[in-house]
């Protein structure tokens, strides 16, 4: 097979219909970039499940009187409790925090908006801040040896609010999901025209070609390779718009939450990560959906 020939072929391809290849290009670029968002939102995912399996606690909110009483757990209520906890093998460590030291943290946490100047130290309950060894079973626990315990005002278990944050996050990616496969239909129906119209603007020179003895694989190569150049392309697209939309708008979008300690950062690691994933994605549906428009449709 001349290498040449087929290379010669692709090219010629490319420049006749470039303007259903530009459209293929934009198309798949697009659709990758969505499923490679999605691909970045599990990757966020995971990441921020393993920053907070260490960090995840169960908050043991103390009532207002204890709270305003006892600065440092020193009282036989807070002693107490404390002992309960601590005493449980599914407690890691039991940590008290005073109403002084709740409005501290609070302060950090609101730091230049105006609810920091709203809240007073007296309006922050006292906590005993637990660290499971076993997040299921030992949340459970707690919230059973708490109930109807003197001077314990609630219970609250920070998963709840972690669970929230993975949900949203679910969402993202569903949603990046399934916008990125109507775009791949769209991409797939570009790509079988593309080729379609293709085969018949070079008819007359492939029928030629067969009539001299030139095999079908020889003849539909070139269009294959159209369809595999054409994804390949947009999936570099994709992972380009991906790295500049890291910069442009994921990280002002999540500034403040990354600061925080929130969710972790989008790193380039994870675009260096996802573009090989896209341009396999890219390069394998292109070259299925030629192969099938050309043995569906196409007489070569």
């Known amino acids: 097979m001349r290498s040449d020939f087929v290379v010669r072929e692709v090219l010629t391809g490319l420049r006749r219909n470039v303007t259903m290849t530009i ?5 798949t670029a697009i659709s990758l970039g969505l499923v490679g ?8 995912i995971d990441r921020t499940e393993q920053l907070y399996s260490d960090r995840v606690e169960v908050q043991v909110a103390l009532t207002a009187d204890v709270s305003a009483a006892d600065a440092d757990c020193s009282q036989p209520i807070c002693t107490g409790i404390k002992a309960i906890l601590t005493n449980s093998p599914l407690v890691e460590s039991v940590k008290f925090e005073s109403q002084q030291q709740a409005y501290e943290r609070y302060k950090e946490l609101f730091a230049g908006q105006s609810l920091a100047d709203v809240v007073r130290p007296q309006s922050l309950p006292a906590t005993l801040r637990v660290k499971l060894s076993d997040q299921v079973a030992g949340a459970q626990a707690v919230r059973q040896a708490m109930n109807g315990q003197v001077g314990v005002r609630n219970v609250i278990d920070q998963r709840d609010v972690v ?3 993975f949900d949203f996050l679910g969402g993202v990616r569903n ?16 790509i079988s ?8 603007t070079r008819r007359t020179e492939v029928g030629v070609m067969r009539l001299v003895g030139a095999t079908r694989w020889y003849t539909q190569l070139p269009f294959l390779i159209e369809a595999v150049v054409t994804g390949v392309i947009g999936a570099l697209i994709a992972a380009g718009g991906l790295l500049a939309g890291k910069f442009l708008f994921f990280d002002q979008l999540l500034s403040g939450i990354v600061s925080n300690g929130v969710v972790p950062p989008i790193e380039v690691s994870d675009i260096i990560w996802v573009s090989p994933i896209l341009v396999m994605i890219g390069a394998g549906i292109a070259a299925v959906t030629g192969y099938v428009t050309l043995r569906a449709y196409v007489r070569l």
């Open 193 to 200: 025209n593309t080729v379609q119209v293709s085969a018949y």
């Open 175 to 190: 949603i990046t999901f399934a916008l990125a496969l109507v775009q791949a239909i769209a991409a797939l129906l570009l």
């Open 163 to 165: 669970a929230k944050l």
């Open 23 to 27: 459209a293929m290009v934009l198309t």
């Open 37 to 44: 968002t999605g691909l970045l939102a599990v990757r966020t």
